[in-house]
């Protein structure tokens, strides 16, 4: 059996007093897609960000790709190089243009030359479907094409795992449906990914399990099927029946 | 107090005493005006004209103080600032410390305080280490502790680096935490991402009062007045107080010394605002 490609073993977390994740054990295999639910200040983004190292956690392991991220003599640098993230703010380097923004790690962590690093941008640009936006500036998009442009720069690093924290939650309504389009097409790709969204037609469409997090533990760790029909327990229950709908 | 009255309503009627069209700025002209006043002093009385010659070597090492020592400043300023926004407590206790120590005394002070305390010491210092391990271009460096004009290059860029270093601390602060960690997570490392991120973004929040800061320091190298030494190096304000305690021409000296400091300030805040034009993208 292959090893999983994120492993998570008794994660523990403080911000200060506050308790964030509290051991915290779990681990997705490649090509699987995660989808984590929760109310808020459960400790999802903390997971999220405990993956890629903007956290570190006080105790317990993360092993990415079999690489140690929480072992201090980790390069943490060469592990983001393989775990994209996008955030639900988007964060787009507003001083570079769409195309800027896709190509500036290109060159310097993954060190291609310009022409190669544009000509991978504009076909992301394209399959995320903005291959018009190349010379734009961030603030010239809708939110919706920003959240993409965001997507294709995480992509240009070639990721082995795609992290999403609430990625459609800064969005207008009618903007959502294109991002998530693009994070199934990714899916269906068999990219491996972990997806913090409360957007439950996503998590039926894609997702392999579904983890429903409280108060920095694990609370549920099943399939879509399962979750949405018939949850172990109670909790899980009353945050679905405030969700759905 | 009727007159009070009175001239509150005139205020209020006309809106000012004296009908001036409010469009033009009248503290220019009136600049404009004196300046061609004195010019014309100094182009028929041989006294400004002398004035003037005696001054020119100033102005000449007041320009070159204030260059150098902000170009030093900056690079003070800047380490200081990143120190100020470490999380190694190491680096930033240091960091507070030049910051707010500096902050804490007056400027002239610091200036003495360089010139006649610290750079004495350090200099000393190098030639005994110099001596020691039996190298004397090191004691040839040590020049800086010992030069006039370095020495209050030295002190002008160790004082204003503290001011910078709040400046660059305040602007890299105003990039939202998401700009970093945005890089951080593409596999760039922290300088990485200063420099290719968030520096280049600050520098729009940051370049206006690095360039009142200039202009501010162009004023306070008078203060090297006080830690000069060699009279042929020394810049405009010494020169001024030589002059007029040679000649006792205390009016030429000081309207000189005074319109010469305006004119190099008003000169800089021109280049200032072009500079300044020319950075800021239109958002
Ligand atoms: N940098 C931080 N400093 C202090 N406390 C923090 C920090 N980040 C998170 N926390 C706290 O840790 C807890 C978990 O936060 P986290 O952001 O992981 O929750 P979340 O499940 O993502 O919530 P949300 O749905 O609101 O995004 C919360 O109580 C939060 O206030
Ligand atoms: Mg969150």
Redesign the interface.
């Known amino acids: 059996m292959p090893k999983p490609i994120i492993q998570i073993e008794d994660v523990h977390k403080h911000f200060g007093k506050v308790y964030a994740l509290r051991g915290v054990s779990i681990s997705v295999d490649r090509g699987e897609v995660l989808v984590v639910i929760g109310p808020s200040g459960s400790g999802k983004s903390t997971l999220l960000r405990c993956i890629n190292g903007l956290e570190h956690v006080d105790s317990g392991n993360v092993v990415v790709d079999e690489i140690p991220v929480t072992r201090s003599t980790t390069n943490i640098n060469a592990v983001r190089a393989e775990v994209g993230i996008v955030f639900q703010q988007f964060n787009l380097f507003p001083h570079l243009t769409v195309l800027q923004n896709i190509t500036l790690a290109q060159r310097i962590v993954r060190k291609r030359n310009q022409a190669e690093s544009e000509r991978i941008g504009r076909d992301l640009l394209g399959k995320v479907g903005i291959p018009d936006k190349a010379n734009s500036f961030p603030t010239q998009l809708s939110g919706g094409q920003q959240q993409r442009v965001a997507i294709a720069r995480a992509l240009a690093m070639n990721p082995r795992i795609m992290l999403f924290d609430e990625p459609t939650s800064a969005l207008d309504p009618e903007m959502i449906k294109e991002v998530l389009d693009a994070m199934l097409l990714l899916a269906k790709e068999g990219m491996t990914m972990v997806v913090v969204s409360h957007e439950m037609g996503f998590a039926r469409a894609a997702a392999n399990r579904i983890v429903f997090m409280d108060e920095g533990t694990i609370i549920e760790d099943t399939s879509p099927e399962v979750l949405f029909t018939n949850p172990r327990e109670e909790r899980t229950k009353l945050f679905l029946s405030k969700i759905l709908h | 107090m009727t007159s009070q009255v009175e001239r509150q309503s005139t205020a209020i009627k006309g809106g000012r005493l004296l009908p001036l069209p409010r469009n033009i700025p009248w503290w220019i002209v009136i600049l404009a005006i004196c300046g061609l006043l004195i010019l014309y002093f100094i182009t028929t009385s041989t006294s400004y004209q002398e004035t003037f010659t005696f001054l020119a070597s100033g102005v000449i090492r007041t320009l070159q103080l204030t260059v150098v020592g902000y170009l030093f400043a900056l690079v003070f300023g800047l380490i200081g600032g990143l120190g100020r926004i470490s999380k190694n407590t190491v680096i930033n206790t240091v960091a507070t410390l030049y910051v707010e120590v500096i902050r804490g005394v007056p400027l002239l002070v610091v200036l003495i305080y360089i010139a006649f305390v610290l750079a004495p010491a350090a200099s000393s210092l190098v030639s005994q280490i110099a001596t020691a391990l039996n190298a004397p271009f090191l004691d040839n460096m040590a020049f800086v502790f010992r030069d006039d004009f370095m020495r209050g290059v030295l002190g002008l860029s160790i004082g204003y680096g503290a001011y910078l270093s709040e400046v660059y601390r305040a602007g890299i602060e105003s990039i939202?935490r998401?700009?970093m960690?945005?890089?951080?997570?593409?596999?760039?490392?922290y300088g990485?991402s200063l420099r290719?991120?968030v520096l280049?973004?600050a520098v729009?929040v940051i370049l206006p009062p690095l360039g009142n800061d200039f202009i501010a320091m162009l004023k306070d190298s008078s203060l090297v007045s006080a830690i000069g030494a060699v009279p042929l190096e020394a810049e405009l304000t010494l020169r001024g107080r030589m002059y007029s305690a040679t000649t006792y021409k205390a009016f030429e000296t000081w309207n000189s010394v005074a319109l010469l400091y305006l004119m190099m300030s008003l000169g800089l805040s021109v280049i200032v605002r072009y500079v300044e034009r020319r950075w800021s993208?239109p958002?």
């Open positions: 939202s998401g700009q960690e945005a890089a951080r997570s593409l596999g760039m490392s990485q290719y991120v280049p973004q729009r993208v958002k």
